[in-house]
């Protein structure tokens, strides 16, 4: 299986800054996808970012980025101009080209003060 | 798009009983659903794979005959938990993908289930 590894188990940021959220994995594969998903208190989770391993451009939705760098095998999350709305736990996640299967890290808890 | 609906949100059940947990993809056929399970203030942990037609995968460490897994229709897989106790307390949650061949196709997650066993 693969392994992901978020070191952050929590992380504060000041409203209307930027935050960064670190993800590493481990892998053989070279092609293979990574995502980023939101978990707020409501418990639902949701897609924040996805990336292709295959594609070299780093991702990019609105206030949300990644920063892929594949050959360290690891895949940040930055979030400008932090809201109240973006706190929540944030969970990295790895898929295989091979699998069908995702496997996802142990999750940052994002606390955003006002 | 891409709704996936999970049933019920929250139950608590006796030691022994059985619990059976729904989840539907409302506005599209997923021949694969995910089951997983959160422990509190921990990760995801993937329980097993749900495919329509077919027998479920389940992870290393799983009892497959403690949860059983039916995908019996491409909008519907059920998890049941089958002579329930304490130690199976926890949030379910399923997931299902979209985009058939489409590698790069998210996850779509329920809401999730609190399952407490008393």
């Known amino acids: 299986a693969q392994t992901v590894t978020q070191s952050q188990p929590e992380m504060s940021v000041q409203e209307a800054e930027t935050v960064t959220l670190s993800c590493t994995y481990d892998t053989s594969e070279s092609d293979y996808y990574l995502f980023w998903y939101k978990q707020p208190p409501s418990r639902q989770m949701i897609l924040v970012i996805r990336?292709?391993?295959?594609?070299?451009q780093n991702a990019t939705e609105n206030r949300f980025s990644v920063n892929f760098q594949k050959a360290a095998k690891s895949f940040s999350l930055k979030i400008s101009d932090s809201q109240l709305g973006d706190a929540a736990m944030y969970f990295c996640?790895?898929?295989?080209?091979?699998?069908?299967?995702?496997?996802f890290g142990s999750g940052t808890k994002l606390n955003v003060k006002p | 798009g891409a709704v996936v609906s999970q049933h019920p949100s929250r139950v608590i059940c006796k030691s022994g009983t059985s619990v059976k947990i729904e989840c539907r993809s409302l506005d599209f056929q997923a021949t694969t659903m995910f089951w997983y399970r959160q422990f509190p203030k921990k990760s995801l942990m993937l329980m097993a794979t749900s495919n329509e037609g077919s027998k479920a995968t389940y992870e290393q460490g799983v009892e497959k005959d403690k949860f059983l897994i039916n995908h019996a229709s491409l909008t519907l897989s059920t998890l049941t938990v089958t002579s329930a106790h304490p130690e199976d307390s926890s949030f379910y949650i399923c997931?299902?993908?979209?985009?058939?061949?489409?590698?790069?196709?998210?996850?779509?997650f329920g809401n999730g289930t609190r399952l407490t066993v008393t």
């Open positions: 990336q292709e391993a295959y594609k070299q």
């Open positions: 997931s299902a993908k979209t985009g058939g061949f489409s590698y790069n196709s998210p996850l779509h």
């Open positions: 996640a790895y898929r295989s080209e091979n699998f069908n299967k995702f496997y």
